[in-house]
Nanobody
């Protein structure tokens, strides 16, 4: 199972970006999908997570509440992160994460390779 992120890049303060993460491979079901980030010299931190299912629940890091929105398309095995009102302190590598059950009914906690988001004028 692989997770591949896309959508990172350079954006001016106050701007917007939308990240995508597609899961591929033999997947039976998802528990959660989410985004974490790591800025230089800092620990990896939670950005947002979303549970799978008909009534998904979301969880956001305090620094992004009200600005970022996470969503998921189960059929496409894709999770999105809409980032608005971006600030220079949002600059980081953004990593996709998923807790899932494989087609052979094995639990996996999988990470993507990351996509760089730079917020600068």
């Amino acid at each position: 199972v692989d997770l591949v992120e896309s959508g990172g890049g350079l954006v001016q303060p106050g701007g917007s970006l939308k990240l995508s993460c597609v899961a591929s491979g033999s997947i039976y079901s998802f528990y959660t999908m989410g985004w974490y980030r790591q800025a230089p010299g800092l620990q990896r931190e939670l950005v947002a997570t979303i549970t799978s299912g008909e009534s998904p629940t979301t969880n956001y890091g305090d620094s992004v509440k009200g600005r970022f929105t996470i969503s998921m398309d189960n059929a496409k095995k894709t999770v999105y992160l809409q980032m608005n009102s971006l600030k220079p302190e949002d600059t980081a590598i953004y990593y996709c994460n998923s807790e899932l059950i494989t087609g052979s009914y094995r639990y996996l906690d999988r990470w993507g390779q990351g996509t760089l988001v730079t917020v600068s004028s």
